[in-house]
């Protein structure tokens, strides 16, 4: 199975034996892409989430919480991993292991198709952003911004914001509290 990793990622994948001849492997990977992956890692909260995507079906499995320690055992995870997503999605274990025992083991190679590299990022990005990553705020981050808008506008207490909830124009809310306080709980509002 190829393993096609992005460069920051190279040093996560160094116990595992790379390809001989690049060219010759990006070829095999191209023409056989069902046992070909790409794969990068992203950092959400201090925890390394490794993200993996299969070359035919652009499948996604995650490998959370890895440590240096686990670097030594990523084709084990991957393979608990991929069998579990394809069980919960009705595939036969037998067609599971076969699939495993035919891809073979894992050979390291750097990506191949820039294609499925920018795919790869777009779904590490939406998955960074899902999880609270950098990229956005926390519900705790969120519900503290939007009591701070309650304590500062004092409008929140009103009932009429909810009944009129789709109603809300801007002209009326400046009216009703102060300017900073409006930006304040527009910027709240859009976080």
């Given at each position: 199975?190829?393993?096609?990793?992005?460069?920051?990622?190279?040093?996560?994948?160094?116990?595992?034996?790379?390809?001989?001849?690049?060219?010759?492997?990006?070829?095999?990977?191209?023409?056989?892409?069902?046992?070909?992956?790409?794969?990068?890692?992203?950092?959400?909260?201090r925890?390394?989430?490794?993200?993996?995507?299969?070359d035919?079906?652009?499948?996604?499995i995650?490998?959370?919480?890895?440590?240096?320690?686990?670097?030594?055992?990523?084709?084990?995870?991957?393979?608990?991993?991929?069998?579990?997503?394809?069980?919960r999605?009705?595939?036969?274990?037998?067609?599971?292991?076969?699939y495993?025992?035919?891809?073979?083991?894992?050979?390291?190679?750097?990506t191949?198709?820039?294609?499925?590299?920018?795919r790869?990022?777009?779904?590490?990005?939406?998955?960074?952003?899902?999880?609270?990553?950098?990229?956005?705020?926390?519900?705790?981050?969120?519900a503290?911004?939007?009591?701070?808008?309650?304590?500062?506008?004092?409008?929140?207490?009103?009932?009429?914001?909810?009944?009129?909830?789709?109603?809300?124009k801007?002209?009326?809310?400046?009216?009703?509290?102060?300017?900073?306080?409006?930006?304040h709980?527009?910027?709240?509002?859009?976080?």
């Amino acid at each position: 199975m190829f393993i096609n990793v992005t460069a920051k990622a190279q040093k996560i994948f160094r116990k595992y034996p790379t390809v001989k001849d690049q060219d010759k492997a990006k070829k095999e990977a191209l023409a056989n892409p069902i046992y070909s992956w790409h794969a990068s890692y992203f950092t959400t909260q201090r925890h390394k989430m490794l993200c993996f995507m299969n070359d035919a079906s652009h499948f996604c499995i995650m490998l959370p919480n890895i440590t240096a320690a686990d670097y030594g055992h990523l084709q084990e995870k991957f393979d608990h991993q991929l069998s579990l997503l394809l069980r919960r999605s009705g595939v036969d274990q037998k067609q599971i292991d076969h699939y495993l025992k035919e891809a073979g083991a894992w050979e390291i190679n750097k990506t191949v198709n820039r294609q499925l590299l920018g795919r790869l990022t777009q779904t590490i990005r939406e998955a960074k952003y899902m999880m609270g990553g950098s990229s956005r705020q926390t519900l705790a981050n969120l519900a503290n911004l939007l009591k701070r808008a309650d304590k500062s506008a004092n409008y929140f207490a009103s009932p009429e914001l909810f009944e009129k909830a789709n109603e809300w124009k801007q002209p009326e809310a400046d009216k009703k509290m102060s300017k900073k306080a409006h930006l304040h709980l527009q910027n709240s509002i859009q976080q």
